[in-house]
């Protein structure tokens, strides 16, 4: 079933221009957790709302996700549904409290564990919420920029589920691995068939691009990585696809970010089956591209820390980047962001800054 959405028409598609690999008068960009606790109207706010009670208020979620697009209203070029990555272990049945960051009361520890998972999540109905949120966001947005919708990667949500929440080691999440091995590729997959299903839900509501966060990727071996992430998010790109053509919903740009995952931006580029790949500060862009080819577009990659800097150094660092990058040309399949998400400590002035930079200098000279 086709959805019938009534949406104000888009007025800047340079972010989706660009994911499809086509060239930009300037470089698109967004910065991951542009929603967050940076900004003083969201901590204001915030004061008021439990976190996943903002996450299931759709006229909060939207309130929250436009702060960022009204403050730098004409320099953003995206805006990111305001939720976490942590629902759909929630919606696979594990209660889940955000303290400060997410922690899991009941994690899963032993494969008896596993039991307590929902056999089959009927997605549509446990994350019905940020459809709305989406559908609504979309209105509100009038058309200014592109609503990205997300989920976490399954690797990154089984780390979570196992560990508890955040962790230095990974100790018990990766033991899982190894100790369990098949169960653990079970896992993954069925995951990311969760993970699938919510993407396609959030693109019928009115997401127009979608991003998959493997945040703790940077964890793993390559081999692991190749074993273990890979498989399950090439499943979720491939069932994405394959249900929207079922479903006779226009396709839209998917992102994979998998964070540290640098050893295989070849693979990734390759193999997962994604228009876009993030990367962290690690590498320059143009090393990337060497490795990726043209076959991909490529987001990020400034270091987070460059907005603590001060404005010489976020200027001179742009600069250098667009410079180096972009030697004068009109940028192509770039998407220009932070290597992740941006801090609280950062000045929203700051970051202001920061994108009338990328808006000077990755322009053609
Ligand atoms: O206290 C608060 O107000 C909560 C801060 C916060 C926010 C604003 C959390 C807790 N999550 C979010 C929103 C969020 N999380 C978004 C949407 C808004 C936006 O990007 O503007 C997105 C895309 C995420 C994704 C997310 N959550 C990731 C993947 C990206 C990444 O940063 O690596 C991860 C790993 C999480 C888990 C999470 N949620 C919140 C925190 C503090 C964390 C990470 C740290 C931890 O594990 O403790």
């Given amino acids: 079933m086709v959805p019938q959405h009534d949406f104000p028409p888009l007025t800047n598609d340079l972010i989706l221009r660009a994911a499809r690999g086509e060239q930009t008068e300037r470089a698109p960009v967004w910065v991951m957790r542009q929603a967050g606790r940076y900004l003083p109207e969201y901590r204001e706010l915030r004061k008021n709302h439990e976190f996943f009670e903002i996450c299931q208020t759709p006229a909060l979620a939207a309130e929250f996700t436009l702060q960022p697009i009204r403050r730098y209203s004409g320099l953003l070029d995206a805006a990111i549904i305001f939720c976490d990555i942590m629902v759909v272990p929630q919606a696979m049945g594990l209660e889940v409290i955000m303290n400060p960051g997410p922690s899991l009361p009941n994690p899963i520890r032993e494969l008896e564990d596993l ?82 299903d919510y993407l396609v839900g959030q693109i019928r509501a009115g997401a127009q691009m979608a991003q998959v966060f493997d945040s703790w990727a940077s964890e793993l071996s390559t081999y692991d990585f190749i074993t273990f992430s890979l498989p399950s998010l090439k499943h979720i790109a491939s069932k994405v696809r394959s249900r929207l053509d079922a479903e006779g919903i226009p396709q839209v740009p998917l992102t994979l970010f998998a964070k540290g995952a640098n050893s295989t931006l070849d693979i990734q580029a390759k193999e997962a089956g994604y228009d876009t790949i993030g990367l962290d500060w690690i590498y320059d862009l143009a090393t990337a591209r060497s490795i990726v080819g043209d076959g991909v577009a490529l987001q990020g990659n400034f270091d987070p820390n460059v907005l603590y800097g001060g404005r010489e150094a976020i200027d001179r660092e742009v600069k250098r980047v667009c410079q180096s990058f972009l030697g004068g040309k009109a940028p192509k399949a770039w998407i220009a962001n932070l290597g992740h998400g941006i801090t609280p400590g950062v000045d929203p002035d700051d970051l202001k800054f920061f994108l009338e930079c990328v808006h000077k200098y990755s322009a053609a000279s």
């Fill in 115 to 196: 039991k307590r998972l929902r056999e089959e999540v009927d997605v549509d109905k446990e994350l019905g919420y940020v459809y709305d949120a989406i559908t609504l966001t979309r209105k509100e947005l009038k058309g200014q920029v592109p609503l990205i919708g997300f989920c976490g990667a399954p690797w990154t949500l089984m780390a979570y589920m196992i560990e508890g929440g955040g962790s230095k080691s990974f100790q018990l999440a990766k033991s899982w691995l190894f100790k369990y091995p098949e169960e653990s590729k079970a896992l993954l997959l069925k995951i990311g068939d969760v993970c699938a």
